[in-house]
DNA sequence: TTCCTTTATCTTGACGTCAAGATATATCGA
DNA sequence: TCGATATATCTTGACGTCAAGATAAAGGAA
């Protein structure tokens, strides 16, 4: 009997007709990334960081050498709108842990690259992160952790194909 | 082979020492619950609401006549903090779904009741709430559902046991 | 070339959220 | 009863985000 639990059975007190097992689903589904996403925070404000920023230093190191992308191409790969990475990059430079170069091939957009300091950080702070990672999951067991990615898979799949847009 | 996938293989090139398995779960944990999230909001969008509106007549309506709560109540149910139930209570207010009124039992705080325009807009917006919930489940079998909700469940356990904050 | 359309990025304005602090009222012990 | 402490709520200031619109440059057609 969880938080969960306890709004489903009010539903179903006051508004017998719903089905509310879907709502069990997505209210942990929600509760989970909530929880999550508060730990996985702390080892980025730990250095100095914020999920927004982790977000894109990773991307940019991910990336490999030599650690540069342009603004669309981080926008593609974190799913954010051009006026949040705009700023995203703006406090990132402010920071000095990227740096706005004009982009030689196209004298619209620029090229955002690590800095020697942004390099440093972030490879330090992957490698918490994914220690913090293994300790979210630690509450599962390894065959668990393997059909709850199996789950999560086929689930975001639906989402992901092409004619999906429900 | 998805947008999760993709990132893990970069990161298996650039930084091979790393496990990657449990980003790939918390990876597709965000995902999804962004989608749903978007999902779901189109449904609140439709009626006027926003999530952070529906939460508050939801856990209204729920709670039972007459359908009222003091905000401290609001937010135990809601997990945010009392600046924001501040904002989320004032523009409720100002738009008629709810009421503010005097606690009689406590000169330091106010009960939150619905209007009858915010009980008759909850009630319809829930309806179609929980079918788009039901939509956004269609993906995965009954059987994948069960099996999906008790490993969230377990997960969830985890950071809602006592002693679990790590 | 010249103009029209598309694309890349930034700007603006409005939300929603939080942390920290302010204010008013309760409550409890001496 | 009085004062110290606790509690309920609101205020303030700073982020992060988005939608919509503004700029500037690229690309293509005539």
Redesign the interface.
Known sequence: M???DR?LE??R???PD?????????G??????????A??ERVYAANGLTAASFDVLATL????APYALSPSELIA?T?VTSGTMTNRLDRLAAAGLVERKPNPEDGRGSVVALTPQGFTLI?RV??AH?AN????????SPQ??A???G??????????APQSA?
Do not use: I, N
Request: hydrophobic share 45%.
């Open positions: 969880d938080h969960v709004v009010q539903w007190t006051e508004r719903l089905e509310v097992v879907p709502m069990g689903v997505l942990r589904l929600k509760r989970l990334h909530d929880r999550v996403s730990q996985l190191r991910r990336s490999g790969w799913m490879d992957v490698t994914v990672q293994h300790k979210v999951l630690s509450a599962l668990d952790r059909a709850l990615d789950l999560l898979r086929q689930w975001l799949g639906a989402f992901e429900p």
